[in-house]
């Protein structure tokens, strides 16, 4: 499979005083439109003010600094005005309409990941604004604005010719935006930084998987996610996902080495990682990650909504499972190899501390 794996940072697409959007482009990461996948990056500055709009593509949104107010409008149903914070994960599935406000001094970053399949370009996200200078406003004549919304030509034209900005704008901080209601929250958002933990490993890392138990509409979505924060030198099983899913993956902090192994067992990536890297793993590659010492954390999607993985490593590892005769046939060795072999790595699973 002759296809560049190279992890790529995002490029900004527009911006404004209140921010910016930045993408990642399937014409530089070409697993991006291989494997239906868009992947974005919103960050707003204190007062900026992301205007509603809605996608083409079911997302996995992630806080990765920062704190707002995220506005969610489901199909057919009333606004959610939801506090968010650093580590919150949101499902958005087809046809919501969101809108995003900072009105803090720290700056709001929010990382989109989702499924382009139906997407009008392959391995991107398609936004379509409610308001602003490309919005549905500036598209109708005045007539049909006029006829939809039931108002006087003379107050159309006003509206339209206000739409100045595009996509983010920058409100004046005496500007009163809703209040946030806590309440809101249920069943929206998952802070993978306060869950349950799936995985603890003393020295080695955690990760809380998102999946339809902790947030049902990741079913909607079709998509299913994990947030893997890794301790200094630790490393991360060689493993693969056995359900054909696809694994994209964003380096949130630390930095690190990455080996991807495909087909006939070539080494297809091999390089070092660092926060704000984007790579994606394809279907059936093995992947395994070694962090420097400050550690590394990276959120990841998955193109199923309750990903099944298997590992090569460890006292969970596919090896373990297999009997010894095969092991010794398979290797070409002797029983003492074997039991060399079995021996090793029986307490740690997925994550192994460094070497003493």
Request: hydrophobic share 40%.
């Amino acid at each position: 499979m002759e296809i560049d794996l190279t992890p790529k940072s995002a490029k900004q697409v527009y911006g404004s005083p209140g921010g910016s959007y930045s993408a990642w482009s399937p014409s530089e990461l070409p697993m991006l439109g291989k494997g239906n996948i868009g992947a974005a990056k919103l960050s707003l500055l204190q007062h900026g003010f992301a205007l509603p709009r809605y996608s083409d593509s079911s997302k996995v949104a992630y806080v990765l600094q920062g704190s707002g107010v995220a506005g969610i409008v489901l199909p057919e149903s009333e606004e959610k005005v939801i506090p968010i914070k650093k580590g919150d994960a949101l499902a958005l599935p087809f046809g919501v309409v969101t809108w995003w406000y900072n009105k803090e001094d720290t700056e709001l970053e929010v990382l989109f990941l989702g499924d382009t399949s139906k997407a009008h370009k392959v391995g991107e996200f398609t936004d379509f604004f409610l308001t602003g200078s490309n919005g549905i406003f500036t598209g109708f004549s005045t007539e049909f604005v006029s006829r939809a919304w039931d108002l006087e030509e003379d107050v159309v034209k006003s509206l339209v010719g206000k739409q100045s900005g595009k996509g983010i704008v920058k409100l004046e901080g005496s500007f009163e935006m809703p209040e946030p209601k806590k309440e809101h929250r249920d069943g929206l958002v998952l802070n993978c930084l306060e869950a349950p933990l799936d995985v603890d490993i003393e020295n080695g890392g955690r990760v809380v998987v998102l999946n339809t138990q902790n947030l049902p509409l990741v079913g909607e979505v079709g998509l299913g996610a994990d947030l893997v924060r890794l301790d200094g030198s630790a490393m991360c099983s060689p493993g693969f996902s056995c359900d054909s899913a696809l694994q994209v993956t964003y380096i949130v902090r630390g930095s690190g080495r990455v080996q991807v192994v495909g087909v006939d067992g070539l080494r297809v990536l091999e390089t070092t990682v660092k926060a704000g890297s984007l790579f994606i793993v394809p279907r059936f590659f093995v992947v395994s990650k070694i962090c420097d010492p400050e550690g590394m954390d990276w959120f990841s999607i998955i193109s199923t909504p309750n990903p099944i993985f298997t590992h090569l490593a460890g006292r969970t590892s596919a090896w373990k499972a297999l009997s010894p005769q095969v092991l010794e046939a398979s290797f070409s060795v002797d029983s003492e190899m074997e039991k060399l072999f079995r021996s090793k790595r029986t307490a740690d699973a997925i994550f192994f501390p460094p070497p003493n």
